[in-house]
Nanobody, 118 residues
Framework: VQLVESGGGSVQAAGSLRLSCAAS????????MGWFRQAPGKEREGVAA???????SYSGSVKGRFTISQDSGQNSLDLQMTNLNAEDTAMYYC??????????????WGQGTQVTVS
């Protein structure tokens, strides 16, 4: 499985950005996918996720501002981010895994794309 993120950049507060993750490889190993982020000096945190049924979930800090979506072929995962603030500044990672017992162990990670909000 390969995951390649794109779409990061610098944006002013209250602005918007759309991140994309191109996914390839064994589909059975990427039934669930998600976006994570890590800011300098902080632990990595989950931002948004989508399972094989299309159900989505969000962290409290981004709910209502970010939207995760996936194309029908499960080859692309997007994260639409609106009303960005400085606390959203981080490296954003796309991740994928196979659903196991209702959980999603993320075994595959992209290289990350930087988002900077000023």
């Amino acid at each position: 499985v390969q995951l390649v993120e794109s779409g990061g950049g610098s944006v002013q507060a209250a602005g918007s950005l759309r991140l994309s993750c191109a996914a390839s490889g064994d589909r059975s190993s990427r039934k669930c996918m998600g976006w994570f982020r890590q800011a300098p000096g902080k632990e990595r945190e989950g931002v948004a996720a989508i399972d094989s049924s299309g159900d989505t979930s969000y962290s409290g800090s981004v709910k209502g501002r970010f939207t995760i979506s996936q194309d029908s072929g499960q080859n692309s995962l997007d994260l639409q981010m609106t009303n960005l603030n400085a606390e959203d500044t981080a490296m954003y990672y796309c991740a994928a895994g196979d659903e196991v017992g209702g959980n999603c162990p993320y075994n595959y990670w992209g290289q990350g794309t930087q988002v900077t909000v000023s």
